[in-house]
């Protein structure tokens, strides 16, 4: 993760831009942790992953 974060937190972002990526990347990486944890990947994890996809691709186009 810190490598995404640096990419997108490094880039031209005003204030509240940034406390968006900030927010969203530290959602990521909860949902990161809990799925990790658990050890399976469920169909509601599937669609959040999909959710943090388009977010992040909307960030970075």
Known sequence: MPFLRGRLLNGPADGQRRQYIE???DELERFYQRVSWSGEISEASWRALKSFHREL???LY
């Open 57 to 59: 691709l909307a960030l």
């Open 23 to 25: 927010c969203l990347l």
